[in-house]
T-cell receptor, first 117, second 114 residues
């Protein structure tokens, strides 16, 4: 079974600054996907970014980028030029590729991000 | 507008009563999922369904039941056997990209049992 660990229960950042959220995972699989989801106070889960394990290139979506270290089983999220609207709970999630996994996600415990004006 | 709807947003029940949470999607997604979220914890998978009339237990299925009679609908019943039913429940559906399933979530239902 896979496990996902987010060791930072809370993080804070000043508006316009950069913050990095950490995530580690444990798996014996070689082909998988990793995701970061954002959950604002509305509690709607929003997909932020995804990474394919077979790709060495780190995924980027506008101000959001990841640092994917497959050997270390690490998947951190970097938010650049932080905005007040980035304040939310962030979840790291793991998904096995194909087979009988049917897209099941294993989530970390979440990191609450506070953005200070 | 395509999306996932969950109703109601807030639900209150007395202990010992079964309650059914609704989840509907018009995204034409094949796979659907139910997750439970408790304070300070991540989401945990209750049940998932790949196709109509087929579903599998997730990590915490005890005390829950589901049905998948239509592609668009995946209702979750919280039975009286569920020891701690008060939680936030999220429904999701997914589209397949190769071997990846990209999940989209509904707005959730907050269930309180007293």
């Amino acid at each position: 079974a896979q496990t996902v660990t987010q060791s930072q229960p809370e993080m804070s950042v000043q508006e316009a600054e950069t913050v990095t959220l950490s995530c580690t995972y444990d798996t014996s699989e070689s082909d998988y996907y990793l995701f970061w989801y954002k959950q604002p106070p509305s509690r709607q889960m929003i997909l932020v970014i995804r990474q394919e394990a077979y790709k060495q290139q780190n995924a980027t979506e506008n101000r959001f980028s990841v640092n994917f270290q497959k050997a270390a089983k690490s998947f951190s999220l970097k938010i650049s030029d932080s905005q007040l609207g980035d304040a939310a709970m962030y979840f790291c999630a793991f998904q096995n590729a194909g087979g009988t996994s049917y897209g099941k996600l294993t989530f970390g415990q979440g990191t609450i991000l506070t953005v200070h004006p | 507008d395509g999306g996932i709807t969950q109703s109601p947003k807030y639900l209150f029940r007395k202990e010992g009563q079964n309650v059914t949470l609704s989840c509907e999607q018009n995204l034409n997604h094949d796979a659907m999922y139910w997750y439970r979220q408790d304070p300070g914890q991540g989401l945990r998978l209750i049940y998932y369904s790949q196709i109509v009339n087929d579903f599998q237990k997730g990590d915490i299925a005890e005390g829950y039941s589901v049905s998948r009679e239509k592609k668009e609908s995946f209702p979750l019943t919280v039975t009286s056997a569920q020891k701690n039913p008060t939680a936030f429940y999220l429904c999701a559906s997914s589209i397949v990209y190769g071997t990846s399933y990209e999940q989209y979530f509904g707005p959730g239902t907050r269930l309180t049992v007293t």
